[in-house]
Nanobody, 124 residues
Framework: QVQLVESGGGLVQAGGSLRLSCAAS????????MGWFRQAPGKEREFVAA????????YYSDSVKGRFTISRDNAKNTVYLQMNSLKPEDTAVYYC?????????????????WGQGTQVTVSS
């Protein structure tokens, strides 16, 4: 079992930055892939970013590539999502996810564990 707790969401103006954190407990953190998804009102949950167990491989959706950066600190059992140049269309609930591989963790159907979500609101 893996428990995931997100933090760092909030309200920010367009063009601003936020850093989300996800603290993991339970199963050995350094052996699992991690990712971030988001869900806006009335829309399906969508992939944002994923990172493999070592941090050596990362994946991003086209909509955030170049603006968001996923990273992890295995010593702290924490994964981060640095979000820069935020846009109103980035407004959503952001969910931390854990899976077997980074590639699998890009697919909402293959995620093994979910956090409770944290709200990010970007005002225009």
């Amino acid at each position: 079992q893996v428990q995931l707790v997100e933090s760092g969401g909030g309200l920010v103006q367009a063009g601003g930055s936020l850093r989300l954190s996800c603290a993991a407990s339970g199963r050995t953190f350094s052996s699992i892939a991690m990712g971030w998804f988001r869900q806006a009102p009335g829309k399906e949950r969508e992939f944002v970013a994923a990172i493999n167990w070592s941090g050596g491989s990362t994946y991003y959706s086209d909509s955030v590539k170049g603006r968001f950066t996923i990273s992890r600190d295995n010593a702290k059992n924490t994964v981060y999502l640095q979000m820069n140049s935020l846009k109103p269309e980035d407004t959503a609930v952001y969910y931390c996810a854990a899976g077997t591989t980074a590639q699998a963790t890009r697919n909402v159907a293959l995620v093994n564990y979910w956090g409770q979500g944290t709200q990010v609101t970007v005002s225009s």
